[in-house]
């Protein structure tokens, strides 16, 4: 019995990972731009994978705010709960609040749900740049990253690489550093992530989210930080808003 439980974990892991070393969109980055990208291009039949460093994706909405599990939302994304069946209420005219691990496992579940292949524990290392273009992504384990094993990674391919980590924007930091590569933004440069001023902020989210570099782009905090933009609070509207905006432009970009 012990060998078949093996074997049926590591047969099955080797087709789903060898399915998926060429991809159309690879997102780094498990949090709510990335988790509703996810599903918004895997239901257009887009092959799309998500490397989430952590164990479990959700990035901040899990938490709430300060371990308070109840999130925020305005009216303007009401109608993306709606799509992802979350259950919220009013809170007055212009918010609603959800419970936030509701929230965050239904994100989860309808990426997977539409076909989004999710792979947790895994640490993005680095990009493939292909004539000039970041053309996929560097994996390792997460743990390998962390005790700084010299533990050589793997290359994925993609037509198009998100960059959904949130504040530290690791992707587009490690294409930036890197290659020394002239970003599109106001002065080719990563502008930093200013302090909160939660209306700015949501509002900056999804202006801020845009491509990069041919290839690259970037959504919710991680856009922020890339353009300058500030910080919110524990509001999710405009992070849900920016995972809609981000796959209508890769979706147009790589169709």
Same mark, same amino acid.
């Given at each position: ?126 990009? /493939? $740049?292909?004539?000039?273009?970041? %053309? !996929? =992504? ?6 390998? +990253?962390? @005790? ?86 524990? /509001? $999710?509207?405009?992070?849900?808003? %920016? !995972? =809609? ?6 979706? +147009?970009? @790589?169709?």
């Amino acid at each position: 019995m012990e060998s078949i439980i093996s074997k049926a974990i590591v047969n099955n892991f080797f087709d789903k990972l060898n399915s998926c070393l060429e991809l159309d969109v690879a997102i780094a980055g498990g949090g709510p731009s990335g988790l509703v990208c996810a599903t918004l291009l895997a239901k257009q039949g887009k092959k799309v994978a998500l490397f989430e460093e952590t164990l479990a994706p959700g990035g901040g909405m899990w938490g709430g705010a300060m371990m308070f599990n109840e999130i925020v939302v305005q009216k303007e994304a009401v109608h993306i709960l709606d799509q992802f069946n979350i259950t919220y209420k009013w809170y007055d005219d212009d918010y609603v609040t959800a419970d936030s691990v509701e929230a965050t496992a239904s994100l989860i579940y309808h990426a997977k749900k539409a076909g989004a292949m999710v792979f947790n524990c895994v640490s993005i290392e680095d990009v /493939i $740049f292909i004539d000039d273009k970041v %053309s !996929g =992504v560097v994996i390792n384990w997460a743990p390998v +990253k962390k @005790i700084r094993l010299h533990i050589d990674p793997m290359a994925i391919t993609a037509k198009a690489v998100l960059d959904a980590t949130g504040h530290p924007f690791e992707v587009v930091k490690l294409a930036s550093q890197k290659n020394n590569i002239t970003l599109l933004t106001k002065d080719g440069k990563v502008q930093g992530e200013k302090s909160m001023s939660v209306e700015l902020g949501e509002k900056e989210t999804v202006k801020n989210t845009s491509m990069v570099y041919p290839g690259l782009y970037v959504s919710g905090m991680a856009a922020n930080a890339v353009h300058g933009g500030f910080r919110m609070g524990p /509001i $999710f509207g405009g992070m849900l808003l %920016s !995972g =809609v905006k981000v796959a209508e432009l890769i979706a +147009k970009d @790589i169709s």
